[in-house]
């Protein structure tokens, strides 16, 4: 999943920035950070784990109440850039994650129990998904009473509509687990209208008997298949109210909250949806009467305000956001400004990727990955707060880690090896060692932008920045024909597999406009070892996707390492209920409330 500009989600947490199936959960207890970057990541390792599936009991609401909720009262909500996108369809990137279990509903759902174990639930169908024929077939029984915001009732009618859009080419932002399974690498050629026509998916592929059931059948087994319809670029879009392009303006919720209004990029208002019933939903709650999203208001903005917490900053929250760096002392300082925190190692590895159609030397990509300062780049955000130093692509939490594959030599020279990089530059040319670097125009972005332009210079780079807006800039990036040399990334494992960062962002059968493949990585070994390891058992294939990994970094190296993140988040002093989400690896909005 991305990873959002404003926190370095592709989520794509979009860096800019994605939905991630992790386990772990840290109820929040007010502590400080801790700075032991070991034992950090020791604790990120536990979120690992596998996520176990539940059955219909799990998956029947309503879900357990939080101690102390009150209802009542409109959260505010500080944000720096606007959401990506709010076609649940287009969401792969951790802002519009975030929102989406607020407002849209899948057939199954990520549910947390505040001690480390995450499941996945039915959420509107009845339990996680029953598989058969050697996990090549899932089935789906949809819960009674479930609704969209309008009172229409959702049907399997609804849920292979929603499948079959994502063929559609407007919808290119989002993920392609499920389409390519269905239908292979070229899957819109299986379905080129999404189904907006008379032509739809055969029953050998989608089958919906009757209203209330849905049938998957694969060519292959598909175990992951509950954690893949968790995620939110696969929630309901209802078909009688589908506007194609212009769903984003206004989605259909099916949430416990749906938008009242909605100024692009300026501010955002949720209410409640009376029509969502907590009797079908095992994880939400409806505690506060609505949210109140405020764009445009700087990290630095955001974390003065909480701390302070005066007035409206009371009942305020950091959505994506992070305590800003040079306010950090500031706010552990103070015990009480310190306990209305929360933490977390998140999933995601920030690197700088490398468009292979422009940056064709590999001395010059070597030289770049041996020049780079992730100590000063981590300095910007936070330091130990903020982040650790990535030796690899693989991030602590995921399984497989290996803390000491270091093949830049990261963990000796976090400030970057300068010597090695002039000496892999000798006799490139001139017009080789100018880059084109896009940087997200977000008050993080401008700390990487000075970063990587004083690393690069340093070493005889010539670099040419260029601001991208921070709420497109995925969008941008995405696109095959894009301008740019180099761009930080972020991602983050979408459930605990290997396969869920290789394939996405490596896989060069999904080169092309919209795809995380960032750095358009077309190299063909690559393509046997995916297509290898996702025909293996898990020990088997953890095996070949580590080899895809060495791979893919010393024979090829398609992006720079430079560090793992860390959340750490500040909210008002009436907020209750407030914890860190291994899932979303921000504050947790499900059981949020205020207190008076």
Not at 81 to 109: C, E, K, M, W
Not at 419 to 446: H, I, M, R, T
Request: aromatic content about 10%; some cysteine; charged content about 25%.
């Amino acid at each position: 999943m991305k990873l959002t500009s404003r926190r370095a989600r592709a989520i794509v947490v979009a860096i800019a920035a994605g939905s991630l199936a992790l386990t772990g959960c840290s109820e929040n207890k007010g502590t400080s950070s801790n700075k032991d970057s070991k034992k950090d990541q020791k604790e990120a390792s536990a979120q690992s784990k596998a996520v176990t599936y539940a059955d219909a009991a799990a998956s029947t609401g309503p879900a357990k109440e939080v101690p102390g909720a009150k209802p009542g009262g409109t959260i505010t909500v500080y944000q720096e850039s606007g959401l990506s996108h709010l076609d649940p369809g287009q969401i792969y990137v951790s802002d519009a994650g975030q929102i989406s279990n607020l407002l849209f509903r899948g057939l199954t759902n990520f549910a947390e129990d505040g001690k480390g174990n995450t499941s996945v639930v039915g959420d509107i169908a009845t339990d996680a998904g029953k598989s058969s024929d050697g996990g090549k077939t899932w089935t789906y029984t949809l819960k009674d009473g479930i609704k969209d915001q309008n009172g229409n009732e959702i049907t399997s009618a609804d849920v292979r509509h929603t499948v079959e859009r994502q063929f559609a080419k407007f919808i290119f932002d989002g993920p392609t687990y499920l389409q390519t399974w269905l239908a292979g690498p070229d899957y819109r050629k299986a379905l080129p209208d999404g189904g907006f026509g008379k032509k739809h998916l055969p029953d050998t592929m989608l089958e919906t008997p009757d209203e209330k059931t849905v049938v998957f059948h694969f060519d292959k087994p598909r175990p992951d298949l509950p954690q893949t319809l968790a995620m939110a670029g696969y929630s309901i879009v209802p078909e009688k109210t589908d506007t194609k392009e212009k769903y984003e303006k206004a989605p259909v919720a099916l949430g416990p909250y749906k938008i009242a209004e909605n100024k692009a990029g300026k501010s955002l208002k949720l209410v409640k949806n009376e029509n969502w019933d907590p009797k079908t939903d095992a994880v939400r709650h409806q505690y506060v009467d609505g949210y109140d999203f405020q764009f445009g208001v700087t990290e630095s903005t955001q974390t003065k305000r909480l701390i302070a917490d005066q007035g409206g900053a009371k009942n305020a929250i950091q959505f994506t956001g992070s305590v800003d760096a040079t306010q950090i002392q500031d706010v552990i300082s103070d015990p009480a400004v310190n306990k209305r925190t929360i933490k977390g190692y998140q999933p995601y590895v920030m690197q700088l990727t490398f468009n292979l159609d422009r940056v064709k030397n590999k001395k010059v990509r070597d030289a770049v990955a041996y020049a780079v300062n992730s100590k000063s780049l981590i300095a910007g955000e936070g330091g130990a707060y903020g982040g650790d130093v990535a030796p690899n692509l693989f991030a602590p939490t995921l399984p497989g880690y290996e803390p000491t594959y270091d093949p830049f030599g990261r963990l000796k020279t976090p400030q970057g090896n300068i010597a090695k990089a002039q000496e892999l530059l000798k006799g490139v040319p001139d017009a080789e060692k100018k880059l084109v670097f896009a940087y997200s125009n977000s008050e993080a972005g401008q700390k990487r932008k000075v970063a990587v332009e004083d690393a690069l210079t340093k070493v005889g780079f010539d670099v040419v920045s260029k601001e991208v807006d921070a709420a497109s800039f995925y969008e941008q990036i995405g696109k095959l024909a894009n301008p740019y040399d180099i761009y930080i990334t972020g991602w983050g494992q979408d459930w605990p597999s290997a396969g869920t960062v290789v394939t996405p962002i490596y896989d060069p059968s999904q080169v092309a406009d919209g795809s995380s493949n960032y750095s358009h990585l077309k190299d063909p070994k690559v393509q046997d070892l995916i297509n290898k390891a996702l025909t293996q058992e898990p020990t088997e294939a953890a095996k070949t996707w580590r080899e895809a990994h060495h791979y893919i970094i010393e024979k090829i190296n398609p992006a720079a390492p430079l560090w793992y993140t860390k959340q750490f988040q500040l909210y008002g002093s009436n907020i209750g209920g407030a914890r860190y989400s291994a899932e979303s690896s921000y504050i947790d909005l499900n059981n949020l409330f205020l207190k008076s």
